[in-house]
């Protein structure tokens, strides 16, 4: 390729990379956060678990209330940590294929601990750009564990008391 061909080529790959941008308008942003906001329900939710060493538990079990009335139960298995920083930070991982209803409470029984309560949950629109487009998600990222408030915070975490 010569050089004085080289601006024109760079030229047009320029432009068809701007126009694969793409672009939310107001109002599909709103329309999105609106129907954000109304979702109950969530699951491949990745909760972590600080301060717990691998020799702990594999599992926990959760119980599901709604007003204070038992729903369900359930286990959660918990990845042991594995990599270094994980291992040195005491840091685990949990999740279920489960679904949960952001107006339930959920009691985390973690072994040797008194029960984590999770409640107050709110889905939020969580903004996902990449270089050629403006995107959203909608993840329950605003809760309460314990009465402790957490915003705009996709991972909740229970930390060893």
């Given at each position: 390729m010569?050089?004085?061909?080289?601006?024109?080529?760079l030229?047009?790959?320029?432009?068809?990379?701007?126009?694969?941008s793409?672009?939310?308008?107001?109002?599909?942003?709103?329309?999105?956060?609106?129907?954000?906001?109304?979702?109950?329900?969530?699951?491949?939710?990745?909760?972590?678990?600080?301060?717990f060493?691998?020799?702990?538990?594999?599992?926990?079990?959760?119980?599901?209330?709604?007003?204070?009335?038992?729903?369900?139960?359930?286990k959660?298995h918990?990845?042991?940590?594995?990599?270094p920083?994980?291992?040195?930070?005491?840091?685990?991982?949990?999740?279920?294929?489960?679904f949960?209803?952001?107006?339930?409470?959920?009691?985390f029984?973690?072994?040797?601990?008194k029960?984590?309560?999770?409640?107050?949950?709110?889905m939020?629109?969580?903004?996902?750009f990449?270089?050629?487009?403006?995107?959203?998600?909608?993840?329950?990222?605003?809760?309460?564990?314990d009465?402790?408030h957490f915003?705009?915070?996709g991972?909740?975490?229970?930390?060893?008391?």
């Amino acid at each position: 390729m010569s050089f004085k061909r080289f601006p024109l080529h760079l030229l047009v790959l320029l432009g068809v990379l701007s126009g694969c941008s793409t672009r939310w308008s107001d109002k599909e942003r709103e329309t999105y956060r609106r129907k954000c906001s109304e979702t109950k329900t969530f699951n491949d939710e990745l909760f972590l678990f600080k301060g717990f060493d691998n020799s702990e538990f594999d599992s926990i079990v959760v119980q599901e209330y709604n007003n204070a009335v038992l729903l369900d139960s359930f286990k959660m298995h918990v990845r042991p940590a594995e990599n270094p920083l994980d291992v040195e930070n005491k840091m685990r991982s949990g999740s279920t294929d489960r679904f949960f209803n952001v107006n339930y409470q959920y009691h985390f029984l973690i072994p040797g601990q008194k029960p984590f309560i999770l409640a107050n949950m709110k889905m939020v629109m969580w903004s996902q750009f990449t270089m050629f487009s403006e995107g959203y998600g909608c993840v329950m990222g605003d809760y309460t564990i314990d009465g402790i408030h957490f915003e705009h915070d996709g991972n909740p975490t229970f930390k060893k008391r």
